[in-house]
């Protein structure tokens, strides 16, 4: 804890004040001249606490009003083809937690979304995401072994996961194929999400290819239907224009 930078240290105390109900929900926080006062450090130091509160979702600014904490958890805006994008550039901002790293044989579905044979190796990466501290996902990731020896540990955990794969194996990404399901949450997903029972599940699969339409991996994001809201853009062309004038 001592070892931690000082902006840290004044973050994981407020953090706890606010977990605690010192600060409760929807209070305003003492103002960036009071909170370098008691923590002894500089405004500067606060204020990059403070920030970093934020970005987590803990605390919101208003003007006029000052920091304030978070009366309930923010939706998450998920990006149906800017998430990398989102993370790289700090819009969306989390935790990623490893939770299996295993080589499987696969299964009829995992072979059929990834053009392989039944059977055939794949390497399996399930991993839970937080934002704000609070679980929004769980993902399961599937490669095929020879495209998956080159993840290490550091990779395989990352929010950046794919654009980190893309640089390491030379291959780019070229396109993606997306499934949208809905479905409820079994025990393990419940406790992984802290969810309840009949809190629906939004399933997002995605089977991502390289130039020559090769499958890459396919990924299956299991969302709390509760945390996220899914964005998309789509570009539409423009209608035929009729070279036939009425007379």
């Known amino acids: 804890m001592h070892n931690a930078p000082l902006y840290r240290q004044v973050y994981d105390e407020?953090?706890?004040?606010?977990?605690?109900?010192?600060?409760?929900?929807?209070?305003?926080?003492p103002s960036e001249v009071k909170l370098s006062q008691q923590f002894g450090v500089s405004q500067i130091t606060v204020r990059r606490a403070l920030h970093e509160l934020a970005l987590d979702?803990?605390?919101?600014?208003?003007?006029?009003?000052?920091?304030?904490?978070?009366?309930s958890a923010r939706s998450v805006l998920i990006g149906l083809s800017s998430f990398t994008a989102d993370v790289a550039a700090g819009r969306l901002?989390?935790?990623?937690?490893?939770?299996?790293?295993?080589?499987?044989?696969?299964?009829?579905?995992?072979a059929q979304?990834?053009?392989?044979?039944?059977?055939?190796?794949?390497?399996?990466?399930?991993r839970l995401d937080s934002e704000g501290n609070i679980p929004i996902s769980v993902d399961d990731v599937y490669t095929p072994a020879s495209l998956a020896a080159i993840i290490t540990h550091d990779m395989a955990a990352?929010?950046?996961?794919?654009?980190?794969?893309?640089?390491?194996?030379?291959?780019?990404a070229r396109h993606v194929d997306y499934e949208l399901a809905a479905e409820m949450p079994s025990?393990?997903?419940?406790?992984?999400?802290?969810?309840a029972a009949d809190t629906p599940i939004l399933?997002?699969?995605e089977v991502i290819y390289d130039a020559d339409g090769r499958p890459l991996h396919w990924i299956i994001s299991r969302y709390r239907s509760d945390r996220v809201r899914l964005t998309s853009m789509a570009q539409l062309e423009p209608p035929p224009i009729n070279s036939q004038r009425r007379s």
């Open 14 to 29: 407020i953090r706890a004040r606010i977990v605690s109900g010192q600060y409760p929900r929807g209070a305003a926080l």
């Open 57 to 71: 979702g803990l605390i919101v600014r208003r003007q006029g009003i000052g920091n304030i904490v978070r009366d």
């Open 93 to 110: 901002r989390l935790v990623r937690t490893l939770l299996a790293d295993e080589m499987q044989p696969a299964t009829a579905d995992i």
């Open 113 to 126: 979304k990834l053009n392989s044979q039944t059977g055939a190796l794949v390497r399996h990466l399930r």
């Open 158 to 172: 990352s929010p950046l996961f794919l654009h980190l794969w893309q640089n390491a194996s030379g291959i780019a």
């Open 187 to 195: 025990p393990t997903l419940q406790s992984l999400l802290q969810c």
């Open 203 to 205: 399933c997002i699969g």
